[in-house]
């Protein structure tokens, strides 16, 4: 790997190696440009440190604690928050649907929420080109949006136990469903800069971390790519200032790595720390918040699950979690929400299920081990659906230090009126299909996943705090690539989407750089 | 349904090399680790924890108890954080030892003697009125008592069912994935995955 001193000025510095950096990375990269990827999390290899265990992978997830505030508090560690070279994709569940034209002008269909300042025409070639480069298998074609210009790049991945469930309730109702568009190989893939990657094994552990590289995680996707390009990547660097010089631009960024300051020197910044991190430096170094939006319009997926036992085997820990998907919810006639969400069907790995029934069900005793020796025979289904942004949910600084000594974050989330609506005509529907499929002792389990917004982009520099290229309003040569810029939340899992804006947003750089 | 799985399969499967390295090596940890005294909580303290503990998840064979509250005090003892917690709650080590006296309180106040000397029926009756927030006392004006049940619960949860004992018992075997998956539909199991051997207790 090519590595730059401290000394030197490298073209840019990319803060966090997630969904948002690592593509970016590999692009300025390929560019010619010096760029260093500070990464606070380690450089994990996934085939000697990954264990097909839970608790032992507990070490994928960002644990610098966090206060959960508001009506339905979020919980991050597991739920939301990975660390290491690759962020959350290290241990994303692959799910990478499109979203789809109509996600992106909530505000003109229905009056609320926002319309971002980009539509799905400037998005879709770099899904193209990312389904493409990542090896994503899905069905070709694809039910729902409009025609695709290519086939995924891969074929579907069988269909688990889970999947054949909600197959089997979803027809009775007559709701179409689909095989899933996952970011994991049906077969082996390979890709120039990258290497050979392996075929799926099926072992349904992809939240805890894939350990065969058959998921497309950054690590061992757009990470391996921008170090062929030339980019170093400085792992277990924990990003604490950016230093303006006299002219206003950020000259310096500030990191600790071994218990020890370091400061590099460098031309531009790009901050992809993730929604909580970037808002939270944002924050703590004073920068970049003359609108007073950084940290605002924090969103959250409404995710409600819906498990049930059934008499079958299904051993929910086999398959790729997400097999199967139904998007005709997208715009239901008749709602009495705005925008609307996806189904899918999820297996489930032990720890999560048996936790989840502890804080769900509120089961102990006798009853919770009954319950836990039912786990061979549970499936669920979930949605993800469109969150609005609301000036009730926010992220602020709290008094209390972190183990850093830096100030925690409070996030405050409360579901508005449309989360509501949407999630009870989402729970009546996944309990019709658990129901036509067979289920027994079905229960629900509200959640909210993804956290979103917290530096939207947009057009105003009052009400914004990034132009649609990322560029920050305050500060000529700070970018924003990660999740926090989304205006609104998509009906979408995230991912697919903060990957493609992270490349346009470096494709437009280099276009004004040249 | 009440499933039942046999005894023996985890333990088994960990000395082949349907497992990986990493894999074996952090369960066979898990297995082996021994019970030490607590660092964090005081011996009573400890002590009611257990008992707690016992209520929420039972555990009739005693010659292969999984140490629940050791994991707990160990991770109190580092410092360590799940990433978050509510608002609401003090940091996870104050709300531990507020829950836990908020317990015995309860206790004193309905029965008139400590949580750890009165019946298991008692016992259910206290933690049950924890988590519906009907637990007497003042502690449990300064501590939510179902955020707090709910914390306890869950933490003792994932330790318990992160035992290779824990797993065997749900007839769970995800972790001896080498082979890799390939009967992975409705009602196919390889060879190495248990059946549920009748109706149980
Ligand atoms: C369990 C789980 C399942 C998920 N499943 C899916 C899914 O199926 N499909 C989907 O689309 N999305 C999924 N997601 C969400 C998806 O992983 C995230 O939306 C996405 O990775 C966010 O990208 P990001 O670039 O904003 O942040 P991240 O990917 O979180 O990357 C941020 C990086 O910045 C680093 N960092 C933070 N602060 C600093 C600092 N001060 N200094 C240096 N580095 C720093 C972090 O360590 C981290 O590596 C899932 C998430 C979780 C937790
Ligand atoms: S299911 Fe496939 S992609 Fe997911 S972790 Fe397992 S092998 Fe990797």
Request: aromatic fraction near 8%; glycine fraction near 10%.
């Amino acid at each position: 790997m090519q590595t730059y001193s401290t000394t030197e000025i490298v073209d840019a510095i990319v803060i966090g190696t997630g969904a948002g950096g690592a593509p970016l990375l590999a692009r300025l990269a390929r560019a010619g440009l010096k760029v260093v990827a500070l990464e606070a999390g380690k450089h994990w290899n996934p085939i000697t440190d990954f264990a097909t265990d839970e608790k032992e992978q507990e070490k994928l997830f960002w644990t610098d604690e966090r206060l959960s505030a508001g009506n339905d508090p979020l919980p991050f560690g597991s739920n939301n928050s990975g660390t290491g070279v690759g962020g959350s994709t290290l241990h994303y569940t692959a799910y990478t649907p499109r979203a789809q034209p109509d996600d992106f002008q909530l505000r003109t269909d229905f009056g609320v929420g926002e319309d971002w300042p980009l539509g799905f025409d400037q998005i879709e070639p770099y899904y193209n080109e990312i389904e493409q480069f990542l090896g994503i298998s899905g069905p070709s074609p694809y039910p729902w949006g409009p025609a695709r210009k290519q086939k995924y790049a891969l074929g579907p991945l069988p269909v688990n136990g889970a999947g054949q469930l909600m197959e089997r309730g979803c027809k009775e109702l007559g709701i179409k469903t689909s095989p899933a568009a996952n970011a994991a190989l049906s077969a082996g893939y390979y890709q120039e800069g990258v290497g050979h990657r392996p075929a799926c094994a099926n072992r349904g552990f992809c939240q805890a971390g894939c350990n065969i590289g058959a998921k497309a995680s950054m690590d061992v996707t757009y990470i391996p790519l921008a170090v062929h390009f030339g980019a170093e990547i400085r792992s277990e660097s924990f990003v604490t200032q950016l230093i303006k010089d006299s002219s206003g631009k950020i000259s310096e960024v500030v990191y600790i790595q071994n218990g020890e300051e370091k400061r590099q020197r460098c031309r531009y910044v790009f901050l992809c720390a993730g929604t909580v991190e970037t808002a939270r430096l944002l924050l703590l170094n004073g920068l970049g918040n003359s609108s007073g939006q950084v940290g605002r319009n924090v969103m959250a997926h409404p995710g409600l699950q819906i498990w049930g036992e059934f008499d079958e085997d299904v051993r929910p820990y086999k398959g790729i979690p997400g097999a199967i998907i139904s998007e005709d919810t997208h715009r239901p006639a008749n709602a009495d929400f705005a925008g609307g969400y996806l189904l899918q069907s999820i297996g489930v790995m032990p720890l999560t299920y048996m936790t989840q029934m502890a804080r769900g069900r509120g089961l102990w005793g006798e009853e919770l081990k009954q319950a836990a020796r039912a786990y061979n025979h549970v499936a669920g289904i979930n949605i993800l659906g469109d969150c609005l942004p609301y000036a009730h949910n926010y992220l602020e600084l709290s008094d209390e230090k972190d183990i850093r000594g830096l100030p925690k974050p409070r996030i405050y989330f409360t579901n508005g009126e449309n989360e509501k609506r949407m999630t009870a005509h989402a729970n009546k529907i996944m309990r019709d299909i658990w129901a036509a499929a067979g289920a027994k002792n079905v229960w629900a389990f509200p959640r909210n996943a993804h956290v979103i917004g917290t530096c939207r982009m947009g057009v105003n520099p009052d009400t914004a705090v990034v132009n649609p290229d990322g560029q920050s309003f305050d500060i000529p040569n700070l970018y924003i690539s990660d999740n926090s810029t989304f205006p609104s939340a998509l009906s979408v899992n995230p991912a697919l989407t903060i990957m493609a804006l992270a490349l346009r947003t470096a494709d437009r750089f280099l276009e004004q750089h040249k | 349904m009440n499933y039942h799985y046999p005894a023996g399969t985890v333990r088994a499967l960990l000395e082949t090399d349907q497992v990986t390295k990493p894999t074996r090596q952090a369960l066979t940890e898990r297995l082996k680790a021994s019970s030490d005294q607590p660092v964090f909580f005081s011996t009573e303290e400890f002590s009611l924890l257990q008992a707690v503990c016992d209520r929420l998840i039972p555990q009739n064979n005693q010659s292969e108890r999984i140490d629940i509250t050791g994991g707990i005090d160990k991770r109190l003892t580092e410092n360590k954080s799940d990433g978050w917690r509510y608002d609401v709650m003090p940091a996870d080590g104050d709300a531990y030892k507020l829950g836990l006296k908020g317990i015995d309180e309860s206790a004193q106040l309905l029965f008139q003697q400590p949580f750890q000397n009165i019946s298991a029926e008692q016992q259910d009756f206290i933690l049950k009125a924890v988590q519906t927030r009907q637990a007497p006392g003042d502690t449990w004006q300064e501590l939510a008592a179902d955020r707090f049940f709910e914390e306890l619960l869950a933490e003792a949860v994932s330790t318990y069912y992160s035992h290779p004992l824990a797993q065997e018992d749900i007839g769970y075997v995800g972790m001896a994935d080498v082979p890799t998956w390939q009967r992975i539909g409705l009602n196919q199991l390889e060879d190495r995955e248990p059946k549920s051997i009748g109706q149980g207790e």
